[in-house]
């Protein structure tokens, strides 16, 4: 509920500086258990940023997250621990997210250790049992990141975060990085282990392409904001955001006559993340922006069941 994260600037050697980057801008909604939330947005609109903070790889600077009746916002470390292997993360590059100096059995057995849970002769046999969960063998268990292809690598990881039995995990972006041939191979097995193990996702990507097929409710966002929220057809059938109709027009379709009516073509770049903008945050790039978008911030509404939007030519 009303997340934010500022991130200080600094403007030079001297003194302190009160600028902040914005990276998320009050920003609530809720994630049901066992579902996957899409989160979409360019890079730099503070997707990530989001989806880290909620699991509290950062700082609160306010707001509240509350996770199974308990505020993770407001704990310190320790207090913060049984929750942790609760919680994990995939991120986008497989190459620079694995140690290269250590074999997938000690990547995988590395967060068991922080978690203490399984030891011994059984860790073998449960480590060697998530590989195959996640399309690899019992011989790659003494390999080397290097050894294997980005997918694979992709595997190791999304093994090293069921490693320690987590329900939630932050995809971040986990197939931008990958060959579009072993894409879809990566989200099926991604759906596979959700339904196997009962995990959620909130799976974060740029774009809306990706995310349609995983989700089963989709937030766009900008600039730290989300702007709509709808069940994933919803939002691609009625889109109500002249920025999710703009992200809609710029994926490719069959046929181009049947967008056209929609289509809202993005003029401009995204303003500067320190920009203060009063009002709107797309008006600087919205065909539709009135002055009324100039200074007043619209805010989420629901204009149908579980659809909300952030845009003042829905409250009229
Ligand atoms: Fe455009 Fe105004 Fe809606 Fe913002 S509030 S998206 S500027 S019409
Ligand atoms: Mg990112």
């Given at each position: 509920?009303?997340?934010?994260?500022?991130?200080?600037?600094?403007?030079?050697?001297?003194?302190?500086?009160?600028?902040?980057?914005?990276?998320?801008?009050?920003v609530s909604?809720?994630?049901?258990?066992?579902?996957?939330?899409?989160?979409?947005g360019?890079?730099?609109?503070?997707?990530?940023?989001?989806?880290?903070?909620?699991i509290?790889?950062?700082?609160?600077?306010?707001?509240?997250?509350?996770?199974?009746?308990?505020?993770?916002?407001?704990?310190?470390?320790?207090?913060?621990?049984?929750?942790?292997?609760r919680?994990?993360?995939?991120?986008?590059?497989?190459?620079s997210?694995?140690?290269?100096?250590?074999?997938?059995?000690?990547?995988i057995?590395?967060?068991?250790?922080?978690?203490?849970?399984?030891?011994?002769?059984?860790?073998?046999?449960?480590?060697?049992?998530?590989?195959?969960?996640?399309?690899?063998?019992?011989?790659?268990?003494?390999?080397y990141?290097?050894?294997?292809?980005?997918g694979q690598?992709?595997?190791?990881?999304?093994?090293r975060?069921?490693?320690?039995k987590?329900e939630?995990?932050?995809?971040?972006e986990?197939?931008s990085?990958?060959?579009v041939?072993?894409?879809a191979?990566?989200?099926?097995?991604?759906?596979?282990?959700?339904?196997?193990?009962g995990?959620?996702?909130l799976?974060?990507?740029h774009?809306?392409?990706?995310?349609?097929?995983?989700?089963?409710?989709?937030?766009v966002?900008?600039?730290?904001?989300?702007?709509?929220?709808?069940?994933?057809?919803e939002?691609?059938?009625?889109?109500?955001?002249?920025?999710?109709?703009?992200?809609?027009?710029?994926?490719?379709?069959?046929?181009?006559?049947?967008?056209?009516?929609?289509?809202v073509?993005?003029t401009?770049e995204?303003?500067?993340?320190?920009?203060a903008?009063?009002?709107?945050?797309?008006?600087t790039?919205?065909?539709?922006?009135?002055?009324?978008?100039?200074?007043?911030?619209?805010?989420?509404?629901?204009?149908g069941?579980?659809?909300?939007?952030?845009?003042?030519?829905?409250?009229e």
């Amino acid at each position: 509920q009303h997340i934010k994260k500022y991130f200080p600037v600094k403007r030079n050697l001297f003194g302190r500086s009160s600028q902040h980057v914005k990276a998320v801008d009050d920003v609530s909604f809720k994630l049901y258990r066992g579902e996957t939330l899409g989160l979409v947005g360019e890079s730099g609109c503070g997707k990530s940023t989001l989806g880290r903070t909620i699991i509290r790889l950062y700082d609160v600077t306010s707001g509240s997250i509350m996770y199974d009746g308990h505020d993770l916002a407001k704990m310190g470390e320790a207090q913060l621990k049984p929750f942790r292997k609760r919680m994990q993360t995939i991120f986008q590059d497989p190459y620079s997210s694995l140690n290269p100096g250590m074999t997938v059995y000690e990547l995988i057995s590395e967060p068991m250790n922080i978690h203490g849970n399984i030891d011994g002769k059984q860790r073998r046999a449960f480590i060697t049992d998530l590989l195959e969960k996640v399309g690899l063998k019992a011989e790659h268990l003494d390999r080397y990141p290097h050894e294997f292809s980005g997918g694979q690598r992709q595997r190791v990881s999304i093994a090293r975060s069921l490693a320690v039995k987590p329900e939630f995990i932050v995809c971040d972006e986990p197939i931008s990085a990958l060959d579009v041939s072993v894409q879809a191979q990566v989200v099926n097995m991604l759906e596979d282990l959700q339904q196997e193990l009962g995990l959620t996702y909130l799976f974060i990507a740029h774009d809306l392409s990706m995310v349609r097929h995983i989700s089963n409710r989709i937030g766009v966002m900008y600039l730290g904001q989300i702007v709509e929220l709808a069940e994933s057809n919803e939002l691609y059938e009625n889109p109500a955001h002249p920025y999710t109709k703009a992200l809609l027009s710029s994926i490719p379709v069959a046929d181009p006559r049947a967008r056209e009516q929609n289509r809202v073509v993005l003029t401009g770049e995204l303003p500067s993340p320190l920009a203060a903008i009063s009002g709107c945050k797309f008006q600087t790039r919205c065909p539709y922006a009135t002055a009324r978008c100039r200074e007043e911030e619209p805010k989420p509404i629901e204009i149908g069941t579980g659809h909300q939007v952030a845009c003042h030519l829905y409250d009229e």
